[in-house]
């Protein structure tokens, strides 16, 4: 097996491809160790005491090294920690379900928002799902609905395009730009 490496816009953050699947659906992010006792592969990759992030995609693993950290020898760690997960065929989550799935859930939502709007959430979703996921998984991470209101589009970038320099960038020339593009009722996209 060979795990592939590749650089995010996020220099903090590296993409790990280890040429299988990693998430059945959807994406899980950790940004605690705390929060990674719930995979087993995140949690030790966090026992290296110099990780601020792990996020699980579809076909990859993104990992945030933290401030002062030395990729040179973190590098060589993570696949280490990866390629004895993926040959042991070990369960990604504790218990060995695909429990720890992130879905976006109605209680993720930031606003309250009005059923009038409907339509234009299912635009702004579709837009989402079909042209700005697959750009931002290609540089590491994902995005989040956080919801529609007056406007306003509330959103959550996660993995290598959290904290990442060009994120507001991202989010305001890019992907406000999209959606108010093709969906003439969104005024504003803002960070979560």
């Given at each position: 097996m060979f795990i592939e490496t590749e650089t995010t816009p996020n220099p903090s953050t590296l993409k790990f491809l280890p040429g299988q699947q990693v998430m059945p659906g959807g994406t899980r992010e950790f940004t605690s160790p705390e929060e990674a006792e719930a995979s087993p592969l995140a949690q030790a990759i966090f026992d290296t005491g110099e990780v601020t992030n792990v996020f699980f995609g579809s076909d990859f693993v993104s990992v945030s090294a933290a401030p002062g950290a030395d990729w040179s020898s973190l590098k060589g760690m993570v696949v280490s920690i990866l390629l004895d997960h993926f040959v042991s065929q070990a369960p990604l989550f504790v218990g060995?379900?695909?429990?720890?799935?992130?879905?976006?859930?109605?209680?993720d939502l930031l606003v309250e928002e009005n059923a009038d709007d409907a339509d234009i959430v299912a635009q702004i979703n579709e837009l989402l799902e079909t042209r700005v996921r697959p750009a931002v998984a290609g540089d590491g991470g994902d995005i989040a609905y956080r919801g529609f209101k007056d406007g306003v589009v509330y959103l959550t970038l996660q993995g290598a395009c959290s904290g990442c320099p060009s994120s507001t960038a991202t989010l305001k020339q890019g992907i406000e730009g999209l959606l108010k593009h093709y969906?003439?009722?969104?005024v504003e996209v803002r960070a979560a």
């Amino acid at each position: 097996m060979f795990i592939e490496t590749e650089t995010t816009p996020n220099p903090s953050t590296l993409k790990f491809l280890p040429g299988q699947q990693v998430m059945p659906g959807g994406t899980r992010e950790f940004t605690s160790p705390e929060e990674a006792e719930a995979s087993p592969l995140a949690q030790a990759i966090f026992d290296t005491g110099e990780v601020t992030n792990v996020f699980f995609g579809s076909d990859f693993v993104s990992v945030s090294a933290a401030p002062g950290a030395d990729w040179s020898s973190l590098k060589g760690m993570v696949v280490s920690i990866l390629l004895d997960h993926f040959v042991s065929q070990a369960p990604l989550f504790v218990g060995g379900d695909a429990s720890g799935i992130s879905v976006p859930a109605e209680d993720d939502l930031l606003v309250e928002e009005n059923a009038d709007d409907a339509d234009i959430v299912a635009q702004i979703n579709e837009l989402l799902e079909t042209r700005v996921r697959p750009a931002v998984a290609g540089d590491g991470g994902d995005i989040a609905y956080r919801g529609f209101k007056d406007g306003v589009v509330y959103l959550t970038l996660q993995g290598a395009c959290s904290g990442c320099p060009s994120s507001t960038a991202t989010l305001k020339q890019g992907i406000e730009g999209l959606l108010k593009h093709y969906v003439p009722e969104v005024v504003e996209v803002r960070a979560a």
